[in-house]
């Protein structure tokens, strides 16, 4: 496979797919929960990636990883950041039943707000003047999509707000530990502490599980089946894609997931955003995209660039030592 930008074109190709792969995660959760219990869907979600990614590191054990294949170097890391990724998840697959899946996935996507107000605030990093009004205009694309007091979108704007501060958290943590582990074994512990902390929720809750996918249609199967493989592949592409080009070529083209989101919801639901929401989407796409080429730009000029061996193909655009997490994963489900 083709590294560090050899393949600028393909590593593009498969940014697309992947906001491809989210917009289609976030519209299926939202047809099947229709139907189907929620916290259901999201048990699926985290066993589906588990699963595969235990036969994905089986398989690469195989060919001569070893027991080393799923071994963690910072546990506790895994766990943390595992869970604070099942709380955005949590929050995206409830939150897109009462919002537009459009909608959602606009609001979503100010988590470089957030991360950039969690550096000055908590880790009392210097933030420019430049930064700041690249927050003001993200807010401000977020109150064209919501407009409070209209009730255009109402009080479910709480979950995707609510999104981009855990996932503004998880960027975080991700940006400071990330680098000492592989990509694919971090992707692995991500599925399995979902798939854990779920059973055991499922566990106490009055879902019957057993009685639910028993009585689910081979329709429902399916798109479950679906909403899992979105998730699981989504990531992968995303690790895949940051080995065939740079992290500043390819990261502005996860905001396209608007538009795949915005073409999602108005084939299967019929909703097109208005004019005005329109607007707000691409102001939010614009600061965001603004946002990433800061983060890349900084992050280039405080390091030489990584070498083959240094970077790798492995590695996941949230899990690059030196680059800010703003400027990587945008997207999480």
Same mark, same amino acid.
């Given at each position: ?5 050899? *393949? ?35 048990? &699926? ?6 699963? %595969? ?12 990883? &070893?027991?080393?294949?799923?071994? %963690? ?15 955005? !998840? ?7 039943? *009462? ?38 205009? &993200?807010?401000? &694309? ?14 479910? +704007? ?25 990509? =694919?074994?971090? *992707?692995? =512990? ?25 009585? %689910? ?81 900084? +992050? ?15 590695? %996941? ?6 680059? !800010? ?9």
């Amino acid at each position: 496979m083709a590294v560090n930008g050899r *393949h600028p074109m393909w590593g593009i190709a498969l940014i697309l797919l992947m906001a491809a792969c989210f917009a289609t995660l976030d519209t299926a959760v939202k047809y099947l929960g229709a139907t189907v219990p929620v916290l259901l869907i999201l048990w &699926g979600r985290y066993v589906f990636q588990a699963v %595969a990614m235990t036969l994905w590191l089986a398989g690469r054990g195989l060919r001569g990883a &070893g027991p080393g294949a799923f071994c %963690a170097a910072r546990p506790g890391f895994q766990v943390l950041r595992g869970a604070l990724l099942l709380s955005t !998840s949590g929050l995206s697959f409830y939150g897109v039943q *009462h919002m537009p899946v459009a909608e959602f996935t606009a609001i979503a996507m100010l988590t470089p707000v957030v991360v950039t107000v969690l550096a000055a605030t908590v880790l009392k990093e210097h933030v420019s003047g430049l930064r700041w009004a690249l927050v003001a205009l &993200g807010l401000a &694309g977020a109150l064209l999509v919501i407009r409070p007091g209209t009730g255009v979108v109402g009080w479910a +704007a709480v979950f995707p707000l609510a999104l981009t501060v855990a996932y503004g958290a998880f960027q975080v943590l991700t940006s400071r530990y990330a680098a000492l582990e592989d990509p =694919y074994i971090t *992707h692995f =512990y991500t599925g399995l502490v979902g798939a854990v902390a779920l059973s055991a929720i499922v566990a106490i809750s009055p879902l019957r599980l057993v009685d639910a996918l028993s009585g %689910a249609s081979a329709l429902q199967w399916s798109v479950l089946l679906l909403v899992g493989a979105m998730g699981t592949v989504g990531h992968l592409l995303l690790i895949l894609a940051l080995g065939m080009a740079p992290a500043s070529t390819l990261m502005p083209f996860t905001y396209s997931a608007l538009v795949f989101a915005t073409l999602a919801g108005a084939s299967v639901f019929g909703h097109v955003p208005d004019g005005i929401a329109m607007a707000g989407m691409a102001v939010i796409a614009l600061g965001g995209a603004a946002s990433v080429w800061l983060n890349v730009r900084e +992050a280039q000029q405080r390091s030489p660039a990584p070498t083959a061996a240094a970077a790798g193909a492995a590695q %996941a655009p949230h899990e690059r030592p030196g680059v !800010s997490p703003v400027a990587m994963d945008v997207l999480g489900d």
